[in-house]
């Protein structure tokens, strides 16, 4: 078990899905009273109803979800060591796998290294020093 914090636009959907008096679960599947042990029925609803295309053949897979949280959680600067415990992953090669950086992720790194005091420093450094292959140093 582990405890999962939610956001208020997460709750505030959960809230808005009927509730099963007789169930201690959160998704029941309410011809069975049951909770949903196969999500794969479900799933292709929502993207029916979405309007998107959903499949390992190209289309959108509930893993996208997780890896796209994941992107996005470290793309707003939280350390990577808590989105592994909010995903649950517990070692460092799974995490990458959902991790995705882009050439994006890397200009945004590079505009905050220069941003930042160290980046003005290392541009100082640069313009001042003697440039190699550009004529002889003294």
């Not at 505030?12 to 899905?17: S, T």
């Not at 029916?48 to 796209?68: E, N, Q, S, W």
């Not at 200009?107 to 220069?114: D, G, I, M, N, P």
Request: overall charge positive; some cysteine; hydrophobic content about 35%.
């Amino acid at each position: 078990h582990r405890i999962i914090y939610l956001t208020d636009r997460c709750i505030e959907a959960l809230k808005q899905l009927p509730v099963s008096l007789h169930s201690e679960y959160v998704f029941v599947n309410p011809a069975t009273g049951k909770p949903y042990c196969d999500i794969r029925k479900p799933w292709r609803r929502a993207c029916t109803k979405a309007g998107v295309v959903c499949g390992v053949d190209g289309g959108i897979i509930v893993h996208d979800l997780r890896r796209t949280a994941i992107t996005e959680l470290r793309r707003s600067g939280t350390p990577e060591s808590v989105v592994m415990k909010m995903s649950g992953h517990k070692t460092r090669a799974v995490f990458d796998r959902y991790n995705i950086v882009e050439e994006d992720d890397v200009r945004e790194a590079v505009q905050r290294l220069q941003d930042h005091r160290l980046g003005r420093d290392l541009v100082e450094v640069e313009e001042t020093a003697p440039q190699i292959g550009r004529g002889p140093v003294r």
